[in-house]
Structure formats: structure tokens, C-alpha cells
């Protein structure tokens, strides 16, 4: 699989869902999670360009982990880093095994479950799904989306959306959102004939 489409997709996608991406993270934060992804993603864009011998997702580990600023820049970075070692060493079923080792790290860095209302309510169904079948990317897609619309009728307890109480329900947590991103981008490149919804729409989701 070329990463370097998944890339591309995934900041295609961020670009366009930026203004709603921004207007949720006003919602149970400082607003500026739109900015960081966007510009996490062009950068990481950019890089690939200057350097096209370097695979996408080492690349989108190095800048998230290096450059982008926010809580979640990190723990997206770990997630890309694990599965830029997974799939470099197993192009073909290494992402099951990438995503869970980015799950892990991202909860041993910042100790959120499922249910806490962050990017791990997104993370770990779809983990869940990769790891029921490796090649489901549609279904890891799907389970990622339906996680991160959940997070909607949560209350966080992790993260800057944990201080604002009740005022983030409602509205689904924009991290969780933007790992959902990530997955429907994979399974976009993956199995283009899938239809997996935005996890900014609000419509059920269906079957490919």
C-alpha cells in the first residue's frame, strides 16, 4: 500500500475539515486543533516532497512527534511512529500490529481509557477491528468513526476538554475525530470501493 496516497488523502480530508474541526475544539478546548492538524499535515506533505525515499507515516511520526504543538501532536506522532516501525517491518499485516503498539504508547503517556472522552475512543475500536481481521481497513474505518461520533455524549475526563465539564457534550471530541480521519483515509487508499462516512457527518453508518 502506497502510504504516501494515505498521507495526501489524510490532508486533503484535514484541509477540507478544518473550519468544522476548529469550531469542536472550541467547543472542549482552546480552538486550535484544526491549525495544528492542518499544518501538521501540510508539513508532513512538504517533507515527503523534499525527501520521497522516506516512507509517509516515518515521515508523519517525525514532524507530529517534532513540530506540532498541542496535546495531541505527540500522541498522534506515537501513533505514526509505532506504525511506521510495524509496517516497515511487515508492509502487509503490519498494521494491526502498529496501531496496537500506538494505542500503548499513547496510554502509557497519557493514561486515557476508552470512555474518557479523547482520541483513544477512536484508536481502540479500530485497533479492536485490525485485530479481528488485518485486512478489514473499511471495518477499522467504520469502528473508528462510530468511536469518535460516541465521544459526543461523554464526559471528559482527560485532556483540556476535562476542565470545561458538561459544555463539551454534545459536540464529538476532536482528537477522536481526527484519528477517525486518519483511519478512513487509510481505508479510502486501501479499498477504494468502501464507503466509510466522515466522522463529521452525522448519518448512520452503513455497509460498503
Not at 47 to 58: F, S, Y
Not at 75 to 95: I, K, R, S
Not at 118 to 136: C, M, S
Not at 191 to 202: I, N, R, T, Y
Amino acid at each position: 500500500m502506497n502510504t504516501a496516497d494515505i498521507l495526501r488523502a489524510y490532508a486533503d480530508d484535514a484541509a477540507d475539515a478544518h473550519a468544522a474541526l476548529t469550531d469542536l475544539d472550541r467547543h472542549s478546548g482552546d480552538g486550535d486543533f484544526g491549525d495544528n492538524l492542518r499544518g501538521g499535515l501540510r508539513r508532513a506533505v512538504a517533507v515527503r516532497e523534499e525527501r520521497p525515499d522516506t516512507d509517509a507515516l516515518a515521515v508523519l511520526g517525525e514532524v507530529f512527534l517534532d513540530e506540532v504543538g498541542g496535546t495531541s501532536g505527540p500522541l498522534f506522532g506515537l501513533l505514526f511512529t509505532e506504525l511506521a516501525h510495524a509496517v516497515a517491518v511487515d508492509p502487509e499485516g503490519g498494521w494491526a500490529a502498529g496501531a496496537a503498539a500506538g494505542l500503548a504508547a499513547i496510554q502509557r503517556v497519557g493514561e486515557a481509557q476508552v470512555g474518557d472522552r479523547t482520541l483513544v475512543d477512536a484508536l481502540a475500536p479500530a485497533v479492536t477491528a485490525l485485530q479481528t481481521d488485518p485486512d478489514d481497513f473499511a471495518g477499522a474505518a467504520r469502528a473508528a468513526v462510530e468511536g469518535a461520533r460516541g465521544t459526543a455524549a461523554l464526559q471528559a475526563r482527560m485532556g483540556r476538554a476535562s476542565y470545561v465539564g458538561e459544555r463539551a457534550k454534545g459536540a464529538p471530541d476532536p482528537g477522536a475525530v481526527g484519528t477517525a480521519m486518519f483511519f478512513r483515509a487509510l481505508a479510502r487508499v486501501a479499498v477504494p470501493e468502501a464507503e466509510v462516512p466522515s466522522p463529521l457527518e452525522v448519518a448512520p453508518i452503513g455497509n460498503p
